[in-house]
């Protein structure tokens, strides 16, 4: 599966930003996708996911709720971060994941960094 993000960049405190990814070669059985952050010197830890299909159940770090929503397009293989109320804390490089049964696969990441 190749992961293709885009929407990073640079914002000051308060804004928002909004993350896209798209999965495409062998997408069958991927059951959840979802972003993941790692901020220098930290070790890389889940943002949000949320389950494909018509289910949509999401899952988000206590750090991102009220402030973060995931969304999935099924057609497109494609999920969405919408980030608001952004904290310097937030700067990190993130990327999207796919996960199937076996397998998981990363996108290249994007760099958000978030000015105070």
């Known amino acids: 599966v190749q992961l293709v993000e885009s929407g990073g960049g640079l914002v000051q405190a308060g804004g928002s930003l909004r993350l896209s990814c798209v999965a495409s070669g062998d997408t069958f059985g991927i059951y959840v996708m979802g972003w993941y952050r790692q901020a220098q010197g930290k070790q890389r830890e889940l943002v949000a996911s949320?389950?494909?299909?018509?289910?949509?159940?999401?899952n988000y770090a206590d750090s991102v709720k009220g402030r973060f929503t995931i969304s999935i397009d099924n057609a497109k293989n494609a999920i969405t971060l919408q980030m608001n109320s952004l904290k310097s804390e937030d700067t990190a490089v993130y990327y999207c994941n796919a996960r199937k049964a076996v397998s998981g696969d990363w996108g290249q990441g994007t760099q958000v960094t978030v000015s105070s």
């Open positions: 949320i389950t494909t299909g018509s289910a949509g159940i999401t």
